[in-house]
């Protein structure tokens, strides 16, 4: 992981231990959920001296928890989480919007917006009754997921400036996460511009095994796209007769009515 600005500001306003110890942060995910000072250093590009302070110094402020030599995430770094859900305009917008679909449909619904190189789920519907299992990865509030793997991912790439994309994609490897996620660059360049082209997506198998879902831009009246908004079920909920006939109309109905509150 490395660490760098993503905004030009002078060098002088630049704190970089601040960065540093953000990014020890970030280096906790699903993949390796308890770290220490070696494995930290190796997710971050910083010393593992540099990495060993940071992790002594976020488990004192309460950040992380230990056992002297691993370190894992607390609950307190749930504030930054339920600060951005209390005070963010986007999620508390959607809110009503997807619990009246998956009342309606009795299916899962999700909001996603694009951070780097995975997809964030910033909304969900709540309070029904899923007609799929939990994604391996989770669908929770704040779940990243792989872009390139999922159907909010890929139509927010294919929302991007195509010069933007192509800088996203330069020099990228993509995991595979199943036997059927498109990993070969130009494969997935041709994905995207159907994306593009077709103005939703159908990504089937790419993240897990058994999982489809179906995604389309949420845009403001500006026309910038904010988020895309997804349900996901089995092959036989969203076959192509259903998607056509269904899901893609409810979904670009969706978007819709939401754009003038965008």
Same mark, same amino acid.
């Not at 928890?65 to 209390?86: I, K, N, P, Q, T």
């Not at 619904?109 to 989770?138: K, M, N, Q, T």
């Not at 509030?141 to 872009?147: D, E, S």
């Not at 159907?151 to 790439?157: P, Q």
């Given at each position: 992981?490395?660490i760098?600005?993503?905004?030009?500001?002078a060098?002088?306003d630049?704190?970089?231990?601040?960065?540093?110890?953000? &990014?020890?942060?970030? +280096?906790f995910?699903?993949?390796?959920?308890?770290l220490?000072?070696?494995?930290?250093?190796q997710r971050t590009g910083?010393?593992?001296a540099a990495?060993?302070?940071h992790?002594?110094?976020?488990?004192?402020?309460?950040?992380?928890?230990g056992?002297? #030599?691993?370190?894992?995430l607390?609950?307190?770094?749930?504030?930054?989480?339920?600060s951005f859900?209390? #005070? #963010?305009?986007l999620?508390r917008? @959607?809110?009503?919007?997807?619990?009246?679909?998956a009342?309606?449909t009795?299916?899962?619904f999700?909001?996603?917006?694009?951070?780097?190189?995975?997809?964030?789920?910033?909304a969900?519907?709540?309070?029904?009754?899923e007609?799929?299992?939990h994604l391996?990865?989770?669908?929770?509030l704040?779940?990243?997921l792989?872009?390139?793997?999922t #159907?909010t991912?890929?139509?927010?790439?294919a929302s @991007?400036?195509k010069?933007?994309? +192509?800088?996203?994609l330069?020099?990228r490897? @993509?995991?595979?996460?199943?036997?059927?996620?498109?990993v070969?660059?130009k494969?997935?360049? +041709?994905l995207?511009v159907q994306?593009?082209t077709?103005?939703?997506?159908?990504a089937r198998?790419?993240?897990e095994?058994?999982?489809?879902a179906?995604?389309?831009?949420?845009r403001?009246m500006?026309?910038?796209t904010?988020?895309?908004?997804?349900?996901?079920g089995?092959? &036989?909920?969203?076959?192509?007769a259903?998607?056509?006939?269904?899901?893609?109309p409810?979904?670009q109905?969706? &978007?819709r009515?939401?754009?003038?509150?965008?």
């Amino acid at each position: 992981m490395d660490i760098k600005t993503s905004m030009a500001i002078a060098k002088t306003d630049y704190i970089e231990g601040l960065a540093k110890g953000l &990014a020890v942060l970030e +280096a906790f995910d699903t993949e390796r959920q308890r770290l220490n000072a070696t494995l930290a250093a190796q997710r971050t590009g910083i010393t593992r001296a540099a990495a060993r302070r940071h992790l002594l110094t976020l488990a004192e402020l309460g950040y992380l928890e230990g056992d002297g #030599s691993h370190y894992w995430l607390s609950a307190r770094v749930l504030r930054f989480a339920g600060s951005f859900m209390a #005070s #963010s305009r986007l999620p508390r917008t @959607l809110q009503p919007t997807l619990n009246r679909l998956a009342q309606q449909t009795q299916a899962a619904f999700s909001v996603v917006v694009l951070d780097g190189g995975e997809g964030v789920i910033v909304a969900r519907s709540a309070g029904h009754a899923e007609p799929v299992r939990h994604l391996a990865y989770g669908l929770h509030l704040g779940a990243r997921l792989p872009a390139h793997a999922t #159907s909010t991912g890929r139509i927010l790439l294919a929302s @991007l400036p195509k010069g933007d994309f +192509a800088a996203w994609l330069k020099g990228r490897e @993509l995991a595979r996460i199943t036997p059927h996620t498109e990993v070969r660059p130009k494969a997935f360049r +041709a994905l995207i511009v159907q994306a593009r082209t077709d103005d939703f997506c159908l990504a089937r198998d790419g993240h897990e095994l058994g999982i489809h879902a179906l995604a389309v831009p949420l845009r403001d009246m500006q026309g910038r796209t904010l988020a895309a908004l997804n349900v996901v079920g089995t092959a &036989a909920q969203l076959d192509e007769a259903a998607v056509q006939r269904k899901w893609l109309p409810l979904l670009q109905e969706a &978007a819709r009515e939401l754009r003038p509150l965008l």
